[in-house]
């Protein structure tokens, strides 16, 4: 049996290099947990038109393919996620639409030490810092790179030299 399909997007400010996660809302699936902006792959739909499809629907962001990177995947026990990355200049108030309650800019260092997140979100934290790594823009200081690092050992995931 083929596992299901999701969608994430991460979107990160390059002014704070903080990601903007939500909070389900009471009445949806994996209620109070925190989550990347994302959903169901629907058949026949590419997985990056999910993306910018989920993005306008759950958080009113009107982004293009070019804006997307995808960053990598990884599976549950029903499912296989991928993610996105989305690059904003600066940290905003996005539009909820109701399967979420709140929103929040968080630093991604410490993230996995949550006990609120939802388990997809918390498997592509990987994806996620190692994108962070490889631009110098999210990583001019050295503190946030060690973090980075350091995150990346704490999950024995492989640390990329992208050095020229």
Same mark, same amino acid.
């Given at each position: 049996? &083929? @596992?299901?399909?999701?969608?994430?997007? &991460?979107?990160?400010?390059?002014?704070?290099?903080?990601? +903007?996660?939500?909070?389900? &809302?009471? #009445?949806?699936?994996?209620? *109070?947990?925190?989550?990347?902006?994302?959903?169901? +792959?629907?058949?026949?739909?590419?997985?990056?038109? #999910?993306?910018?499809?989920?993005?306008?629907?759950? &958080? *009113?962001?009107?982004?293009?393919? %070019? %804006?997307?990177?995808?960053?990598?995947n990884a599976a549950t026990y029903s499912k296989k996620n991928i +993610?996105? *990355? @989305?690059?904003? %200049?600066?940290?905003?108030?996005?539009?909820?639409? *109701?399967?979420? #309650? $709140?929103?929040?800019?968080?630093?991604?260092?410490?993230?996995?030490?949550?006990?609120?997140? $939802?388990?997809? #979100?918390?498997?592509?934290?990987?994806? @996620?810092?190692?994108? +962070?790594?490889?631009?110098?823009?999210?990583?001019?200081?050295?503190?946030?790179?060690?973090?980075?690092?350091?995150?990346?050992?704490?999950?024995?995931?492989?640390?990329?030299?992208?050095?020229?």
């Amino acid at each position: 049996m &083929a @596992l299901r399909t999701s969608i994430w997007v &991460a979107v990160v400010s390059s002014s704070t290099r903080r990601v +903007l996660l939500a909070r389900r &809302a009471p #009445t949806t699936r994996n209620a *109070g947990q925190w989550n990347f902006f994302g959903g169901g +792959l629907n058949p026949g739909e590419r997985p990056f038109r #999910t993306a910018l499809r989920e993005l306008q629907e759950e &958080a *009113g962001i009107v982004a293009t393919k %070019d %804006d997307l990177i995808e960053l990598g995947n990884a599976a549950t026990y029903s499912k296989k996620n991928i +993610l996105y *990355g @989305l690059r904003v %200049d600066d940290e905003f108030a996005p539009v909820l639409n *109701g399967e979420s #309650t $709140h929103w929040e800019w968080v630093a991604v260092s410490g993230l996995e030490r949550r006990g609120d997140l $939802h388990l997809p #979100t918390s498997l592509l934290l990987g994806s @996620l810092s190692a994108w +962070l790594v490889r631009f110098p823009k999210f990583t001019e200081s050295l503190q946030i790179e060690d973090e980075v690092e350091e995150y990346l050992e704490s999950r024995a995931l492989p640390i990329l030299d992208l050095s020229p």
